[in-house]
């Protein structure tokens, strides 16, 4: 790639949900990134900080409806887009030059069929499904640094992925029979006015949701089945948490006769996460807890084996908006315009 | 049994923690009993209401040192300790003829070395292990009837018999590979002070614990295999929410090939429970939420089958404090002594 | 007034609302009264019991359509309704011979002009502003005992003059600077899908609002200035918490030069609310918690001087829905109606 | 002063707090400061990391126990320890030469007396009350640059001083009849395991602690009576959120007849802080929120005047642990050593 300039013009489509309120709170405090445009259509003309009042005093834009031309002038594009909005603009984007990073869903999936059975409508960008760049860096890294456009995968699948990752790459487990039961904040549902999400319904309760199916299902399997190289069986629950932020996956897995023991999983997993900036194996036995996260762009894991018996279990623990979202689409932009990886991620997590 | 008295007098052994005062706030307005002792060690002469404000006007009584024969005088006894206290107490509670309903966990396992093992000390009434009846009335409605003693199940194991129940009575799943995800707000670890259990460290957050080994796995293991004939392999991760009352199982089965459909799944789970007060089977792909049982006696279950493959899974939900505790103790009490087994525990649940 | 019915018939109108749904709560446990009439516009023909899980088992209604001749048919009729709804059909269930306890805002004043004010519209109904009674009964037993049309007062307003009720009626403090600092969960505002309202918007964090002006003014204004008998001036400020039930009233008011000391006040106070079922005058020095009247009917309140110094404090603390709303109107109906004042509010607080 | 060394030597004293978690949390991601020496009698030999596993990968420090000689090594010490610790190390750390920076409420007060009839104890360092500096640096700018000691005001003390300085150096209000109704999240309790903090006692509701008299009362009397330049009366009343982080104060006064309008007023706030990196203005009529600054070293106020009246309100919001702690004593430290005022402090708040 050519050299990266001084500082990225960066664009944002779609910034006025979490999403897109998390990467302007990262990119104020970025080295190499100044935001030059943010759009909103429901908004045009609204200061940022005014619905972010966390960020007076750091930003002076104002939202402006989306617009291919001013976008293209960007070096990168970032859409915090619901689905459906991302596919219909890229086109045009990618053939006016730009560079974009998609945290939507809609590029997540390579099967167009698949992607229409879920969200219950055609694909209109197909042709892209195959050049997206599936921007897990700890899978991808390679790929994401020279890709036009990476699809940044869902908060839940990275919380999963991360922690099935070193079982299935190392053949431990067996490729059926896995369960991801899975518990998210709200904030992953977004910023819209719905009923469920009130504090008055949320708030002091727990509840599963999309038990019998959810939308993340799909690309858990697909990237589950890219790791083990092989078609997976995996059943997904997400919960809702009464809170804001953070993901915790409790994978269950079942043990191969011919696994090593515990401790000797423990070392492997702590080796193929040593050089990632943003994983953490903690000690076997621990339990990560989301809070050790919140605002980080980290996931933290740790391995248990009840009683020696035959159940390997994950827990994996991300905050949804920062390495579930926004956070690992900047650490995807570090890697495509050669930053430093971790610039502008490295703050620690708020605890308590 | 002989005749009920107009009202029960009612004992109650370690009122100071949250399953004493639930006890309270639903004996209070039982219409059948009244509390006339209430012990604490710690607190001995201070007023009930003092430490339990929402008490004010309802009752007048004071905490007492424990006395055998006081309480002896009682028609029933309730045990609301920890572990290690009800066991010390019984044989002579029982000698002196009163009728015991213990909350703790001394009388759940029929196996003094398994208890042994889990609670790291030798149990010191082995003998009632026996004759103690397991306090599920939802399975052992007429052995509790005539018990003298009779061990409340724990939280945790209610909500996952009352899920797993009709699933294994019916054979419909294999017995191995249940898989047992849980969850409950903080009141099930009691009111000690405890710096996990702040506010500042446990709100906002979620992680499981015990994963590889909690107390509650023996009695689980106990119970469902009772409930299949057979021993079970069942994992069992609890988890800590940031809130106050629930519990809620996430419960994974391999459905057998032979297992009806869905549809006949749900009408049987129907008709096990039409008749039961305190369990309530929503329409098939229902959500229930911990909220729906906050303050009740009551566990509402669905069931679900993700695209018709062969994981079957039920979510149970309670109020640990409630059906998992001291609404479950007062259902006990009820049929012990021939009431109404809804007596006094006809509320609806707070909500929001 | 004419012999109770065994059982009143209970219509309800608006009653999708959590003001709604926890009338139904207390209404289903009432010995007294059974609901056979519950409207909304918007969920014709849905199940109550769909829109609120934890009344599944109680209450077999669906919602229908508004109708004055069905509603006419009750022996009374609440209204949980946004305010606006109330006044236009208030003179036809009226001529129709109906007794009616109206939650919402529109009987409240006794002047239409301000009414009109603070609501942007005219009032529709202002011949029937003097008939209502408000529906006070610490302040207004006997004639709310009589009324054909109760105004339930509003939350904020319950809270603010149970606690200043003593101090202006004795005289002991000076009308003029009074400031009311108040804090209520988010029920308050309803059910409504508004941003602001999201869990992930309003939990963990703490706002002021109305401070410049808010609707609850003129009836905070009204109502102690009946009570001292001339004009108060008075700033009232509301806050929002994060949390779902519970209101808290800080009451900051100068003591004049004459008044007693503190011993003799707090007795006073004790003495003014003795008779009062649902008033509860804690010690002197205490500190009322909302948790402490959580799902009650209950108002509890405290008195503090700092330093013998000229400023005295009442701390106030209700259930916004319970007696803020749905306990009070239902105190009001047992008064009406000449049941016990108590029936179907007997049962403690939720704690913890 | 001499020369800023490249990067600071930071002891911390007292480091196992939230108090001292928050510092570190600063100070990792500080560009001139480095910790070096973190002490802990109760955890000596105990990885920070640990303790609060959010700095895992950010530090690699462990507890010690508090040594003079280690500490005065350093170039800057901070104490976030409960009262009573700092001022018995104090005279012979500063004596070794270091310079301090103390969290703690030991040399807040002026006057060694009042201290003790607060504290319940004697000053053991009372000469070096005159020498400290009181650590606001919107007032005392100049004298802490020079300072070896700075006294860190309070949290509520920080957030009502903000609020009322500019009204009170304006001389708008009277000095008398001030009312600070002020509200903290619970981490201001500290990390220490107390029943009333658990999770189970303090979310869901909410109380005034200390309404009769609070240990931050004369703090806020010394530091408003030096703005005003005469005694001033002020009634101070805090209140426990339900909630981790965040202070929020609602402070009433009332106007002087010739004070000015509210624009004018508004126009002269906004001057006096124009300035200022850390207040933040907002307009007239805004509500500010305590998540607005989650983590930021930030106050934010807001002006209102109801309808015109004589009563005028300021709402001013911090984060207890940054603006009301940690961030406030980098700030101080920034000031001390010649560095950029806001060095390590220009994070947004977390939101949401």
Known sequence: MSQAPDKLRVGIVGGTGYTGA???????????????????RSEEGVAVSDM???????????????????????????????????????????????????????FRLRDADIWSQWYGEPHVAPELLREAVYGLPEMNRDAIRDARLVACPGCYPTAIQLGYLPLLESG????????????????????????????????????????????????????LGDIAGTDVGVTFVPHLLPMVRGIHATL??????????????????????????????????????????????????????????????VLSVIDNLAKGAAGQAIQNMNIMFGFSETAGLEAAALLP
């Not at 970025?30 to 445009?37: G, I």
């Not at 002038?73 to 909005?85: G, Q």
């Not at 980290?298 to 159940?311: F, K, N, Q, S, W």
């Open 22 to 40: 998390e990467l302007l709170r990262f990119l104020v405090g970025h080295p190499h990134a100044e935001v030059v445009a943010i759009t909103s």
């Open 52 to 106: 972010y009042p966390n960020l007076r005093g750091h930003l002076e834009l104002h939202f402006t409806t989306p617009d291919v031309d001013r976008l293209a002038a960007c070096d990168v594009v970032f859409f915090a887009t619901p689905h459906n909005v991302a596919m219909r603009m890229m086109p045009a984007l990618l053939a006016a030059g730009a560079r974009v990073i998609d945290l939507s869903a809609d």
């Open 172 to 223: 431990w487990v067996e490729t059926s029979g896995l369960i991801a039961s899975c518990a998210s904040g709200v904030s992953g549902a977004g910023r819209q006015a719905k009923v469920p999400m009130l504090l008055a319904e949320a708030s002091g309760s727990f509840k599963a949701y999309g038990a019998s199916g959810h939308r993340h299902l799909p690309e858990i399997r697909q990237s």
């Open 252 to 313: 269950y897995s079942t043990v191969k006769a011919d696994a090593p023991a515990l401790d000797a999983m423990q070392a492997a997993l702590e080796k193929r996460y040593e050089a990632e900036p943003f994983v953490d194996v903690m000690p076997a036995g621990s339990h990560p807890e989301t809070r050790f996260v919140k605002g980080a762009n980290m996931c933290r894991i740790a391995l248990h084996r009840p009683e020696d018996g035959d159940t390997l279990i």
